[in-house]
Structures are given as structure tokens and as C-alpha cells.
């Protein structure tokens, strides 16, 4: 089996870092550059995306057989927006490989029904219909929709801008089994199943993940601890970068 690419930098307790939607491992490069001051810090592209464009992956399970495959033995998993599903799913099917999870900006269930807020299903077929006739623009729309709202959203839209684009194109393939899992996976129910302490954390201004589902999603996993940035929408990692990493630095670090 063809690996999928990484990149690890630093000495110490494994952190694996799990890019979103759209995205690539090099949304991390200035996260990685603060953590690995600390611990081994580990990103990856996951099938389809960035420097592993070539692979594919059908569904969620996939995915994480993919990553894991690649990864350390046992790690911090911390994944953002889709990546916090994947993070999630690895914690739950395989919880001997993980210390301990962090979600960012993430859901269990990302769609939006009834009594549940999230992404209205229309948003989801609309980027699904965009990307097959442009996926360039469609990717720096939904990079603009993270940003939205944050005082410093221009420059974290360039940054983020920058730092994806330094690689392969996302595959259109890959876009749309991410698409059908943001709008069909539902974690809620195995939730409780989690064995591992959890942290997640979300953004005040996120449009995409309602920082209201916090308190919602505590009711699944009581044990779990949970923060939101205040200047932050989709992107807490880049808005509120220094805030972010010392978060992360005290949740990995305790006992």
C-alpha cells in the first residue's frame, strides 16, 4: 500500500495534527513550529490531498486505517473541522492507538437537522455542484467562510492561502468523499464510548461549527473539557495562534 505523505518535527510525546475539508498538512507549518518546541509534533495529508493527491480513501473508516498506518504507535490525535471526525472515529474504533483527542472546530455530526445545529444541507450539495465546475474558487470560498468574522480574517485567509496552495490541489474525487461525510457521518451515538480524555475546542464566530454545540455535545461526553476562543471563527489555530498552542500545551502535558 502506497503511504500517505507526513511531516514530523521535534522531540517528545506525539502529537498527530489532521488537516480539514479542502485543506493539506501545510495549514499546520506554523502550529507545528510552536508545538514541536515541546513535543514530536506529526502532520498529515490525508488520501487526496496536498502531496498525497494520488491516493484515495472511499469512507471515513478508510481514512483512518490510511493515517493510521503511517502513524506513531501511540499519539495525541488532534483534528480540525473533518479532521476532528477522523481523530474522533481513530479514538473510538482504535483507542489503544490514542493518548488522548483534541477536536477543533469540529462536530460529530456536521450536517444540520432538527434540533441540532450545523451545516444547513443545501451548503453542502451548493460545494459539491461548485467544485466539479470550479474547485480553485470553491476552495478559497470556503476559506474565506473560516476566516469569516475574525478581526484578523484577511491575513489568515492569505496565510492559510498560502501555505495550502504550496501543494497539490486537492484530487475533486477525495473533495466529494469529504463532502458525503460532513453530510452524512453521525458520531453522536458512539460518543460516550470514548475512553480517552477529550478536549475540544471551538471559535465564537464560527459559522460553520456554532460554538452553541459545545453544550450539546457535552450532554454526549460529560467527562470531555471544552473551550471557545472569543476572536476566533473556523480557524482558532491561526487567529489566535499563541491562545491556541498553550491550550493544547496544557491539555497534552497533564497527568
Known sequence: MTTLHWQSQGE????????????????WQTTMDTL????????????????????SAIDLDDICQQVLAGAPEKAVYLGWSLGGLVATNIALKHPERVNKLITVASSPKFAAE????????????????????????????????????????????KAIKKQVFSRPMPNPQALKVGLGILSQVDLRPALSDITVPMLRLYGRLDGLVPNKIADAVANYVPESESYVFQSSSHAPFMTEHGLFCEKVETFVSEK
Open 12 to 27: 517528545g510525546q506525539d502529537i498527530v495534527l489532521i488537516h480539514g475539508w479542502g485543506m493539506n498538512g501545510a495549514v
Open 36 to 55: 514541536s518546541q515541546l513535543f514530536r509534533v506529526h502532520s498529515v495529508d490525508l488520501p487526496g490531498y496536498g502531496l498525497s493527491h494520488e491516493q
Open 114 to 157: 432538527k434540533g441540532w445545529r450545523g451545516i444547513m444541507p443545501k451548503v453542502l450539495t451548493d460545494f459539491t455542484q461548485q467544485l466539479t465546475s470550479n474547485f480553485k474558487l470553491t476552495i478559497e470560498g470556503f476559506m474565506m467562510l473560516q476566516a469569516l468574522g475574525s478581526p484578523s480574517a484577511r491575513h489568515d485567509v
